[in-house]
Each structure stands twice: as structure tokens, then as C-alpha cells.
């Protein structure tokens, strides 16, 4: 390099093949007839020659192919040849281009050939291959490098797109949901079996029966249709299923799906759209279907659905099913129903009837019990004790009208006061002693008692007296006078209690003063200002209080 910077050329050269660095010579030559007019007079054709043919000895062709391009030596068929073995393709190209047009083909493929297969580059490989027309192959390369956009602009050119590579685009497309440009990969590749399933997953049924009957003839179209439906239908897939029939137009298919894979629902809600006159007789099948297979309840649910219930009655009783035979002809057909399953029941049982209405009482079923009894002469004994264990019953869930009618058919009537006092519901405990109570006073009185202590407890709760005078009119009308005086002594209520004894019982005012006294003097003692204390007394007073505001 210094012997070149100085112009020593000669000395250079010779260095270089003594050391035999070719490569290096080579260039330095090179360089030097680019920048130089007289580099015939410095550099021989015969020592170019010799050094050409040492590098070709090394099998350094690409750089024996730069010499065989020097003006000096100018023989352009050897300088591609050599580019050519190099594999240096882009000089071999550029070459051919001006030298030999008819080689630029086939140096193209050999490049693309060279890129994808032993480099490893088909992305680079593909313009190549378009280069030297090879369409296909740019494909390949254009699939192999994933540029599935630009494979599918190539493919877009061809007359037939090679399946296997075209199939790659379209489940590339798939994948990223574009499912236009695969479903026309498909179609231009005419896999329409393929366009056909792309769109029955996505669920654009109609149209792919559409292309379907466009594309393939009705048999082959229903055929594909078939298999594809049972493909989802052996996978569990009904609805999708489903949905291929009825796209297809076949209903029944569908429905003869779900029978047999017991989806009863599902095949009702196809025969009620599309059958309607069929549900009922549909009903009723599947229903017998599941009696014999002795699956009831099921088979019941059915015959409710066709308005059948008698028949699902029958078939309990048929299985000696009483109590689901007693269930559902009382729920469907009414008491009138009801008793006469209970009167054939009881017939069957071996047991004293006596002994069916025990059993009866124990499951709740009180309204059989009654039917036995009401049509049995040797049961009438137990009637007031079912009833009143049934109006326990409706008590318990809070069907307090219902408990009442009970209470009331059974002689009790003051077993439903108590049970509406215990709910605090003191109308109808009025209403109740009025109407069905005999010598009912002593009961209204109590009635009365009960609810002005319930609202003269809801008082103190609350420290709100502004009802006091009802709980006086409650407690007078019920008679109980020297409970009211009690009652608001005991609360320290003296002018209320005074009020009392001084209108309707004057015989207590002597003793209620001395325990007013007693009372007043004990907070007069534990208070500092005793007569700031007696006028607090009065004063919170709720009759006290009403004077006050005059």
C-alpha cells in the first residue's frame, strides 16, 4: 500500500505476488487502469494473463473475472463465465444487461435460486425470480419469507395458484380475521369446499350456501352440506349444526339431530317454529318415549307441555306413583281432581286409612288428608285435628287468610285472634272475635289491651308520647281502668294516671298521690334544686305538654 501511495506500482506488484495475495493485487490493478490512461506502459497483458490464471488456480473467480473485464485483456464471455462460477451474480447481471441481454434470464433464476437455497434469503429471492419470469417460484419464495400480502399480489397474476402455497395465504388471512381476501384465494384456487367452511365458522351460513349452489352442482352442494353439518354434530356443535340445515332448507334434518342426541328442547323450539301444528303430537311422543324408558318426571314435563296432564296422572298411578299422581292432578285439575286420586290411593294401600292420613300429615299433604277424611265416615274424628295441623302450617308460611279459614272451619276461631295478635295485626283479630267468637267481649277486651300495650311500648321505644291518648281510649274501652292508672304510674305519667283515677276511679287518687309524693320527694332528694326537679316532672308530661301549648 505505502509503495502504491508513492507510486512505486512495480515494486508493489511484485511484493504482492511474491507474498501471493492476489486478491489484493488484483485490486490494486483494478484501481489502477480505473485512474490511470498509460497503465500499458506499467502493467503487461502477459503479466495480467499469468495473475488471471493463478486466481483461477485459487478458484478466486470473481476477481478473475474483474481482470477479464480490463480494457487490457477485454474478454467479457470469460468475465461472465467467472462471475457466473463465483457466484457473484449481481456483477454477472450487470454485465449481461449490456454484453449478453439473452443471459440476464437465466443469471436472474440462477440468483434467485442461489439466494433462497443456499443463503437463505427467499425475501430477497422473490424480485429475481419475477426478473426471470419465474412467477411461481417468486410465490414459493414470497411464502416461504411470510410477505404474505406480496405472495397474494403475486398469486393474483398467475392463471392456476399452486394449492399448497395459496392455501398458506389464505389461513395467513384467516388468522388475522381479513376474511374477504381469503375467502377469494379460495375461490380462485376454486377450493370452494374450503370458502365454504371459512364462512359457515364465522357464521355467514346463508351466503356460503349460496356459493355452494353456485360454484358446485345441488348434489355435491348438499352432499358437502351434509358432511360438514355432521362434522359439527359429532363435535357436539348443534346450534352451528343447526343452522347449516336450516340453510340448507332442511328443517327436519335439524330436528331429527337434536331427537337423537336427546336435545328435546332444542328440537321442540324447530318443531314450534317451523311445525306448529306437529308440537303437540311431538309433545306427546316424546313424552311416552321417556315413560318407557321410565324416566317420569321428564316424560311429565312433556305431557304438561301438550295440555296432557291426565296422562301424566295416569302414568304415575300406572307406577304406583301416588303422591306425583296426586301432585300434578291437583296442580292441573283442581280438588275435584285431586280426590279422586286420593280415594283410588287410599284404596290401594293396605294400611288402615287411619294410618294414610298419618303418612299424609307427615309430607304436608293436608288437602288429601281432608279428602280422605271428607269421604270416609270412619275418619271424621281426625277432621278439627288435620285442620287445625294444616292452619298451623299456613300460619308458618305466613298465609295468615288462608290459616284463618282454617282455624275457623275447624271451631277455633280464637286460635286465629291469638295468631293475628301475634303478628300484631289487631283489626283482624277484632274482626275475627266479632264475627266468629262467642261471648266474644271478654276476647274484644283482651284484643284491646293487648294493642294499646303493643302501641304503649312502640312509645317508650321511640320516647315519642304523642299517641297517649289512644293507649288511654284502647285501655277504656277494654274496661281495664286500674291498669291504665298502672300503667302510667309505673312510667312516671302521673298527670295521665291522676287524669284516669280523678275521671273513673277516684277510690285510687289517695293512694296514687302518696306514691306520687313518694316519688317526687325521692328525686327531689338526689336533686340540688328539688322544686326545679317537680316541675321537670310535670312538665315532660305529655298531657302536661298539651296544656303548655295553650
Known amino acids: 500500500m505505502i509503495l502504491q501511495q508513492n ?6 506488484i511484485g511484493l504482492y505476488m511474491k507474498s501471493g495475495r492476489l486478491v489484493q493485487l488484483t485490486k490494486l490493478i483494478v484501481d489502477h487502469f480505473s485512474t490511470n490512461s498509460d497503465q500499458n506502459q506499467i502493467i503487461s497483458k502477459d503479466l495480467v494473463d499469468k495473475i488471471i490464471i493463478d486466481l483461477e488456480r485459487a478458484e478466486a473467480y470473481e476477481e478473475a473475472g474483474d481482470l477479464y473485464q480490463l480494457p487490457i485483456i477485454d474478454n467479457k464471455q470469460n468475465a461472465l463465465r467467472s462471475f457466473t462460477k463465483a457466484k457473484a451474480f449481481s456483477k454477472a447481471i450487470n454485465l449481461a444487461r449490456v454484453q449478453f441481454p439473452d443471459e440476464v434470464v437465466t443469471l436472474e433464476s440462477q440468483y434467485g435460486e442461489y439466494l433462497m437455497n443456499e443463503m437463505d434469503d427467499p425475501s430477497n429471492a422473490v424480485n429475481h425470480f419475477i426478473e426471470a419470469g419465474r412467477t411461481e417460484k417468486a410465490l414459493e419464495a414470497a411464502v416461504m419469507a411470510r410477505q404474505f400480502d ?12 399452486p394449492t399448497h402455497y395459496g392455501k398458506k395465504i389464505a389461513e395467513y388471512y384467516v388468522q388475522r380475521d381479513e376474511i374477504e381476501p381469503a375467502l377469494e384465494m379460495y375461490l380462485n384456487m376454486s377450493c370452494v369446499r374450503d370458502a365454504v367452511q371459512l364462512l359457515n365458522d364465522r ?39 343447526e343452522r347449516i340445515y336450516i340453510a340448507c332448507g332442511d328443517v327436519d334434518a335439524a330436528i331429527s339431530m337434536y331427537k337423537n342426541n336427546r336435545e328435546f328442547d332444542s328440537m321442540l323450539k324447530l318443531v314450534r317454529q317451523h311445525h306448529p301444528g306437529l308440537l303437540t303430537e311431538t309433545c306427546i311422543y316424546l313424552a311416552r318415549e321417556l315413560e318407557s324408558e321410565h324416566l317420569y318426571k321428564q316424560a311429565e314435563q312433556y305431557y304438561l307441555m301438550a295440555n296432557e296432564w291426565q296422562q301424566a296422572a295416569q302414568m304415575y298411578r300406572n307406577v304406583s306413583q301416588w303422591e306425583d299422581s296426586y301432585r300434578v292432578s291437583r296442580a292441573n285439575g283442581g280438588a275435584s281432581a285431586a280426590k279422586q286420586v286420593a280415594f283410588h290411593w287410599a284404596q290401594t294401600m293396605s294400611t288402615p286409612q287411619e294410618a294414610v292420613v298419618d303418612y299424609a300429615l307427615e309430607n304436608n299433604e293436608f288437602e288429601f288428608a281432608l279428602s280422605l277424611i271428607r269421604n270416609s ?6 277432621l278439627i285435628d288435620v285442620q287445625l295441623k294444616y292452619a298451623g302450617w299456613l300460619e308458618n308460611e305466613n298465609l295468615f287468610n288462608e290459616a284463618e279459614t282454617m282455624y275457623v272451619e275447624a271451631g277455633k276461631p ?4 291469638v295468631m293475628y295478635l301475634h303478628h300484631n295485626n289487631f283489626d283482624d283479630a277484632l274482626r275475627v272475635a266479632t264475627e266468629y267468637v262467642q261471648q266474644e267481649d271478654e276476647v274484644v277486651k283482651d284484643i284491646l289491651t293487648a294493642q294499646a300495650r303493643y ?18 281510649s284502647l285501655l277504656l274501652r ?14 312516671g305519667l302521673w298527670d295521665e294516671a291522676v287524669h284516669i283515677a280523678e275521671q273513673y276511679a277516684p277510690h285510687l287518687l289517695e293512694s296514687l298521690r302518696r306514691d306520687m309524693i313518694t316519688s317526687t320527694t325521692a328525686h327531689a332528694t338526689s336533686s340540688t334544686y328539688p322544686s326545679i326537679s317537680l316541675q321537670s316532672s310535670r312538665v315532660n308530661s305529655p298531657r302536661m305538654m298539651n296544656q303548655l301549648d295553650y
Request: aromatic share 10%; proline share 0%; no cysteine.
Open 377 to 382: 265416615s270412619d275418619l271424621k274424628h281426625k
Open 203 to 241: 357464521g355467514q351460513y346463508a351466503r356460503a350456501f349460496k356459493i355452494a349452489k353456485q360454484l358446485m352442482s345441488t348434489d355435491e352442494a348438499r352432499e358437502m352440506y351434509e358432511m360438514i353439518a355432521k362434522s359439527y354434530e359429532s363435535n357436539g356443535k348443534w346450534k352451528e349444526a
Open 414 to 417: 280464637k286460635e286465629a285472634v
Open 478 to 491: 277494654a274496661g281495664r281502668i286500674e291498669m291504665a292508672v298502672r300503667l302510667f304510674r309505673d312510667s
Open 7 to 12: 507510486g512505486k506500482l512495480e515494486e508493489a
Open 455 to 472: 302501641l304503649f311500648d312502640e312509645m317508650k321505644r321511640y320516647n315519642d308520647f304523642d299517641r297517649i291518648d289512644r293507649v288511654e
Open 150 to 161: 406480496r405472495a397474494a399480489e403475486i398469486a393474483s397474476i398467475l392463471d392456476q395458484i
